[in-house]
């Protein structure tokens, strides 16, 4: 599960966001002024509620933060495309991250642990399905700083 700084970056969109529905063993992170850098540690939903604008994490620390930001896993960012023909979805994903591959100038073959892809400049699988959910969704692309409108 990707916790770096890029991908709750990446995942602090109203696009992604509006798409939560939390349940137990969701991560997230806080988010306020009171953290260095905007956001405190990731953590896992465990005895979650959310109640409008608040998001309380029940029987562990008793604490209720006003804003977290959702980090979905792989899994939750497939779950967002419409139930269907997966292995057009499969096809379209895998043209889009040859494209990301080839427009970026990487096409190295690099190995990740347990399977061979070619280096798109994303760092994990989560980055790069989350990419391609805001890319086919959205028709937004990640400048590796936020989302912006397609060319």
């Known amino acids: 599960m990707d916790k770096t700084e890029i991908y709750i970056k990446m ?21 306020g002024k ?12 465990c005895g979650i509620r959310a109640v409008k ?5 029940e029987y562990l620390t008793g604490k209720i933060y006003k804003r977290v930001i959702w980090l979905p896993t792989q899994n939750q960012i497939q779950k ?6 997966f292995i057009h979805l499969n096809h379209r994903f895998q043209f889009f991250w040859e494209r990301e591959a080839n427009d970026a100038g990487r ?8 399977c061979y892809l070619w280096h798109s400049g994303f760092n994990s699988a989560e980055q790069l399905w ?8 959205h028709e937004k692309v990640w400048d590796y700083e936020e989302w912006g409108d397609q060319k």
């Open 80 to 85: 967002m495309f419409a139930p269907g023909d």
């Open 130 to 137: 989350l990419a391609f959910y805001m890319h086919e969704k």
């Open 53 to 57: 604008e608040e998001f309380r994490i």
């Open 11 to 31: 995942s602090d969109h109203e696009l992604i966001q509006s798409r939560w529905i939390p349940e137990e063993g969701d991560f997230y992170v806080p988010w």
């Open 107 to 114: 096409m190295s073959a690099r190995i990740l642990p347990d």
């Open 34 to 45: 009171e953290y260095l850098k905007g956001y405190g540690p990731v953590g896992v939903a």
